[in-house]
């Protein structure tokens, strides 16, 4: 295993003060990056899309477990200190230097199957996760998502029906994956710290129900959560057969979204795909 500068050393010598634009709060602790990489099991000879290296404190981690790591970067000052780590892990890495936003995963992997490891500011995430769970094409590429996010959303993503923190997210997130909160992790644990508390997420897909559109499921919580307040009868006013397939199925039409289990949303979503 090559012997590597520490992380704090690597950011002064490449002068990476942190871009507060681009939402970066770094990751120091050897031992709690090798925790992380850790977490989607043994990663050797696997491929592993990372987004957001920085200076490359989880990819290093990655590396040294034997990940095969496709890194996309959009702040090209980190590249020279990337581009070190890469001579280091001669074959073991390729970096990207974009908006993950603008790219094309699948396409970028070869088609063949990888893991998502990734430490992203709080927009960036949640639009990337929506899309990696999004779409009619189950299973994905995708075989793991292991991210981190702050607290509040990482407990949005695994919260149950009738928890305040319940809503699209957790809908999104399991009516056809696993979720659930692998680590919490402390604002003091980045550099600079951020003003909130962090969580890492771990998802695994699993089997789609059969019958559902992806879509209509979307159209479904969007319209029951964009008014979470408001009865079923009022907020699923829009979605044309919504109020029969509540009858149908004997759900309540004066519940409100956030009493709507998962399985429900699957249930009324299936009766009107
Ligand atoms: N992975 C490093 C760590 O854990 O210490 C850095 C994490 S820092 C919170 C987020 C990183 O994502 C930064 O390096 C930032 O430049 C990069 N980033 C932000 N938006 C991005 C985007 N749209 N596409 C790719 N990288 C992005």
Redesign the pocket.
Known sequence: MPDLPP?REVIQRHNLAA?KA???????DEQL?ARIAALPGDLAGQQVL??????????RALLRAGAKVTA????RR?LPALAELGERFPRQLTVIE????KINHAELMGGAPFHVL????YN?GTALFVRWLGGEVWPPLWQSLTL?FQREVADRIVANAGEDAYGRLAVLAQWRAEARLAMKVHRSA?TPPPKVMSAIVHVTPATMPEGVSARMLERLTEAAFGQRRKMLRQSLKGVPGALEALANLGIDETRRAETVSVEEFVALAKLLS
């Not at 990372?50 to 990819?59: A, K, N, Q, S, Y």
């Not at 990734?118 to 500011?121: E, G, T």
């Open positions: 992380i871009s681009l939402g970066q709060n770094f990751l120091l990056l990372e987004v957001g290296p920085g200076p490359g404190g989880l990819t996309i970067e959009m702040d980190c974009g908006d993950a936003l990734s430490n992203l500011p960036v981190m980045f």
